[in-house]
């Protein structure tokens, strides 16, 4: 879905960017979509949560290893918008609590 998605930009304040974790095939693609949407023009600014899903999930990489592969580090710091990045599991509610914390902090603002 990702050539649509830049038809719903102008409506966001906030973007939550799921990646599939289990999927190291697709890490590579994740992050260019990723770099995409950070340096479209009608999300400069916005809140933005990346979420690395499926971590309950065998044989994954850990979160260090995958923010590397990312780039993670020098992606934030060109980054025109603040970016909070948290390890989710759809099964088990993994990070949850946070994800709805997280929530919380940018309806507030
Ligand atoms: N183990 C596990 N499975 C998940 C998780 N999130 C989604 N799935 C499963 O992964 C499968 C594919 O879904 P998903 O990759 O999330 O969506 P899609 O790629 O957009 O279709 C479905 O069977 C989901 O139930 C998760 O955190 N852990
Ligand atoms: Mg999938």
Same mark, same amino acid.
């Given at each position: %879905? &990702?050539? #649509?998605?830049?038809?719903?930009?102008?409506?966001?304040?906030?973007? !939550?960017?799921?990646?599939?974790?289990?999927?190291?095939?697709?890490?590579?693609?994740?992050?260019?979509?990723?770099?995409?949407?950070?340096? @479209?023009?009608?999300?400069? &600014?916005?809140? !933005?949560?990346?979420?690395?899903?499926?971590?309950? %999930?065998?044989?994954? %990489?850990?979160?260090?290893?995958?923010?590397?592969?990312?780039? %993670?580090?020098? #992606? #934030?710091?060109?980054?025109?918008?603040? #970016?909070?990045?948290?390890? !989710?599991? @759809?099964?088990? &509610?993994? &990070?949850?609590?946070?994800?709805?914390?997280?929530?919380?902090?940018?309806?507030?603002?």
């Amino acid at each position: %879905m &990702g050539p #649509i998605w830049p038809s719903y930009f102008k409506d966001c304040y906030s973007v !939550v960017f799921i990646v599939d974790s289990a999927n190291t095939a697709q890490i590579s693609s994740s992050c260019i979509q990723l770099l995409s949407v950070l340096s @479209a023009e009608p999300l400069h &600014g916005v809140s !933005v949560l990346i979420l690395f899903n499926k971590r309950d %999930m065998p044989c994954i %990489m850990s979160l260090v290893e995958i923010k590397s592969l990312f780039r %993670m580090d020098d #992606i #934030i710091a060109a980054a025109t918008q603040p #970016i909070t990045i948290l390890e !989710v599991s @759809a099964r088990t &509610g993994q &990070g949850l609590q946070e994800v709805l914390s997280w929530l919380e902090s940018i309806i507030v603002k």
